[in-house]
């Protein structure tokens, strides 16, 4: 057990729980347990299954055995409201669900206070939708998802920082909760609870204690970027990409806003200054639809059909809820009723590695900080056929890897609070270069062929 952490990792489709062991400057990753995550529809309304999220981190930490700690991060944005016995007042709703439709457009612009992308899901408009319910009315305490988990594990209550940043109630210079920002929108102040940070204890599981990791799955997969030096851009790659670069304080100009760059919160202080794109999302989409075929094949032949030929904006939000993915895409793409899925599958991946491209060029230019390296890390680095497509459409190298940022930042912030690792982000990065599989792909085709889909794809 000497040196053995447990990461509490939950995506949009699965939970898993990652035992990782340091060892004379390695890293051994075990996944331990994997669990579906699979949200339902109530009486309309989109919710996350919590109570099986649950079971399936308790199952992991048994099946993990004994660890030195357990840290937990999952996807952002999204809450359970809890009365003051503690008791979860009904089931988080999906941020996919459609009760924030139209609500970022009636609430005034919140950049110059939090910095944050308007996303239609971002808490602060999940709230405002919840404002008028009896539950809302109950409500003590509003838990993030993974202070809702250790809340459930320890008893302690928190709001740990980095996800907190994603919620657009957070002051992004003072780092703190925007107390007018929360009195002006006719929030309760009390549902806030104090904000920790990544490093500090929470409580105790069992004897064991539970840690505060960057438990916005983002932020623990930019600790987990094996970068040297800060010339690069990152894309997390999983149901979205998240693409930008690593900052030490925020950009909030007219230009910024106007792009919908965000400004979220790092480990150690730093920021995330990023865009979210579609991800791996529409052709998740697809692939259930489809049956779940092989990927493998559906890949290898997306691979042989033209390149560039059908390209759509990724960006569109016509493309965020869940449904008729396919459907959606061939109508954008102006593509017949028949068009095969490898044609679909290479639509996506052509117009993904472009809406890449566009998110890493903007960076640069709003922060002002050229790069010579896009890092792409998460599920989607072992998708060869995107990296490649990336690094062409960006006329930059990719290095693809680690598959598992988000469990290995999330284990590295444990083992560094309890003293197994030493130093700051750079030191952490360079654990993960010397001990993880990264691939580089390097740019080819034409920057002309690019601009021209870009031009097509209407952006
Ligand atoms: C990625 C992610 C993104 C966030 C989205 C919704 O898993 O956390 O960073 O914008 O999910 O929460």
Redesign the pocket.
């Known amino acids: 057990m000497s040196d053995a952490f447990a990461a509490v990792d939950l995506?949009?489709s699965s939970g898993r729980v990652v035992v990782g062991r340091f060892h004379d400057g390695t890293l051994e990753l075990e996944v331990v347990h994997r669990f579906p995550n699979e949200p339902v529809r109530v009486v309309g309304t989109l919710h996350w299954d919590i109570l099986s999220l649950y079971r399936g981190v308790l199952d992991g930490l048994a099946a993990a055995g004994p660890v030195r700690s357990i840290g937990i991060d999952s996807?952002?944005?999204?809450y359970g409201l809890i009365d003051a016995d503690g008791a979860l007042l009904g089931n988080p709703v999906h941020?996919r669900d459609a009760r924030t439709d139209g609500i970022a457009d009636r609430v005034k612009d919140l950049y110059d206070v939090c910095g944050l992308q308007k996303?239609p899901f971002n808490t602060v408009y999940q709230l405002i939708a919840a404002e008028p319910t009896a539950q809302y009315a109950a409500a003590d305490r509003l838990l993030m998802i993974p202070d809702l988990l250790a809340y459930w594990l320890t008893g302690g209550i928190g709001a740990e920082y980095t996800n907190a940043s994603?919620t657009g109630l957070l002051d992004v210079r003072t780092r703190e909760w925007s107390w007018p920002l929360i009195s002006e929108l006719g929030l309760r102040a009390r549902l806030l609870p104090p904000v920790r940070h990544p490093g500090d204890r929470i409580g105790l599981f069992g004897g064991t204690p539970v840690i505060a990791v960057g438990s916005?799955?983002?932020a623990s997969a930019v600790v987990a970027v094996p970068a040297e030096g800060d010339d690069f851009a990152y894309i997390s790659c999983?149901?979205?990409s998240?693409v930008g670069l690593e900052l030490d304080a925020p950009v909030l100009s007219e230009e910024s806003r106007a792009a919908n760059f965000t400004n979220e919160g790092g480990v150690d202080s730093t920021i995330r200054y990023l865009r979210?794109v579609m991800g791996l999302w529409p052709l998740q989409e697809c692939l259930r639809e489809w049956g779940s075929p092989a990927l493998p094949e559906l890949l290898a032949a997306a691979a042989a059909e033209p390149g560039l030929a059908h390209v759509v904006d990724l960006d569109d939000p016509v493309f965020l809820p869940p449904g008729d993915m396919a459907g959606r895409l061939r109508e954008r793409a102006g593509l017949p009723a028949g068009a095969s899925h490898a044609t679909i599958v290479r639509c996506i991946l052509d117009s993904l590695a472009l809406a890449q491209r566009r998110a890493v060029r903007q960076a640069q230019e709003l922060a002002g900080r050229d790069v010579s390296v896009v890092h792409l890390v998460g599920g989607g680095a072992l998708n060869e056929l995107l990296c490649q497509l990336t690094a062409d459409a960006c006329g930059l190298p990719v290095l693809a890897g680690p598959v598992e940022a988000t469990a290995i930042g999330n284990l590295l912030v444990q083992a560094r609070a309890a003293g197994v690792v030493e130093g700051g982000l750079d030191a952490m990065r360079a654990l993960v270069r010397q001990t993880q599989r990264i691939v580089r792909y390097t740019p080819a085709g034409s920057e002309q062929d690019w601009d021209a889909a870009a031009a097509r794809a209407g952006r």
């Open positions: 995506g949009a996807w952002a944005v999204d941020y996303l994603t916005h799955d983002t999983g149901t979205w998240l979210n």
